[in-house]
């Protein structure tokens, strides 16, 4: 059987330092394009068996709610860049509060993971 509840865990725990690491250039300021990159690289972090997609044998139901845009039970790569770029739209749509389409200072600490939004 797989864990699903210690996966899920493992994930909450996980999130404060993966905002954190968004801003790869560290120059204090996460572009769009760092966003996007931040979001789809949970799927190599999702993707636990490696092979190239995310289902139900990778163990995380949430994420399948969140980026199975066409609900056939897999995410593929695809279908992560749409999560993805959404994702960043909605965290400088939730977090960019001078609306200068960059989030710097307090703006990047408001950064969460998809997964408690909304
Ligand atoms: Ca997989
Ligand atoms: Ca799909
Ligand atoms: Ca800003």
């Known amino acids: 059987m797989k864990a699903l509840y210690s996966f899920g865990a493992l994930l909450l725990v996980a999130v404060p330092a993966w905002a954190a690491g968004a801003d790869r250039d560290e120059d204090g300021r996460v572009t769009r394009a760092e966003l996007i990159e931040l979001h789809s690289g949970l799927f190599a972090q999702l ?16 994420f399948l709610d969140i980026a199975d845009f066409d609900r056939d039970g897999r ?23 001078n ?9 990047v600490t408001c950064i969460t993971s998809s997964d408690s939004s909304e």
């Open 75 to 97: 995410v593929t790569p695809e279908e992560n860049n749409t999560y993805a770029a959404e994702a960043a739209a909605g965290d400088l749509a939730n977090c960019d509060a």
């Open 47 to 62: 993707d636990t068996n490696g092979d190239g997609v995310i289902d139900m044998n990778d163990g995380d139901a949430h």
């Open 99 to 107: 609306g200068d389409e960059v989030l710097s200072g307090d703006e």
